[in-house]
C-alpha cells in the first residue's frame, strides 16, 4: 500500500443494517442514512480496536434493494448495487488489487470467502456498529 493511499474499507450495508433489530425492516433506506451518517467518524479516526488502522480511511458503503439511492456525504462514498451487494462488494475488493489494504465489514460467511480470496481483511459490524441494549429497540436514537 502506497502511503498516500488510506486503507478502503468497504461496509456491506444490508448485514450491517441487519445486525441490529431497531425496526430497520420498517425503513430500510433511512436505517442505511442513519448507518452511513454513523460511519462519518470513522473516515478520519479509522476503526477502533484494529491496530494498523488508524485514520484517514476510505469508506464505501454498498447499499441494495430499497435502501439504493442514498447520497454519499463528506467521510463516506455510498455504492448503490444494481443487482446482489455481495457482487459489489467482492468486485470492489478486487479491484482494490494486492497492493491496497482492503478491509469489508460484514458477517457473511460467505462474502467473507469471496473478499479474503482477494486479499481482503474481514471485521465484523460490531466493530463499527455497537449492538443495541435489551429495550432498547425503537427506531429513534
Known amino acids: 500500500m502506497s502511503e498516500d493511499e488510506a486503507v478502503l474499507v468497504i461496509v456491506d450495508g444490508a448485514n450491517v ?3 441490529v433489530p431497531d425496526g430497520w425492516w420498517r425503513d430500510r433506506r433511512g436505517a442505511a442514512v442513519r448507518l452511513r451518517d454513523s460511519l462519518v467518524p470513522y473516515a ?3 476503526l477502533p480496536g484494529l491496530p494498523g488502522l488508524p485514520g484517514p480511511v476510505e469508506i464505501v458503503l454498498v ?15 455510498v455504492a448503490s448495487a444494481p443487482g446482489s451487494g455481495d457482487d459489489l462488494i467482492a468486485g470492489l475488493a478486487a479491484a482494490a488489487g494486492p497492493d491496497r489494504e482492503c478491509v469489508v465489514v460484514t458477517a457473511d460467511r460467505g462474502l467473507r470467502q469471496r473478499v479474503e480470496a482477494y486479499g481482503a481483511r474481514c ?3 460490531r466493530m463499527v456498529r455497537p449492538p443495541r441494549r435489551p429495550g432498547n429497540e425503537s427506531m429513534s436514537g
Open 17 to 19: 443494517v441487519g445486525s
Open 44 to 46: 478520519t479516526a479509522g
Open 63 to 77: 447499499v441494495e434493494g430499497a435502501a439504493r439511492g442514498v447520497d454519499s456525504v463528506a467521510g463516506v462514498r
Open 123 to 125: 471485521v465484523g459490524p
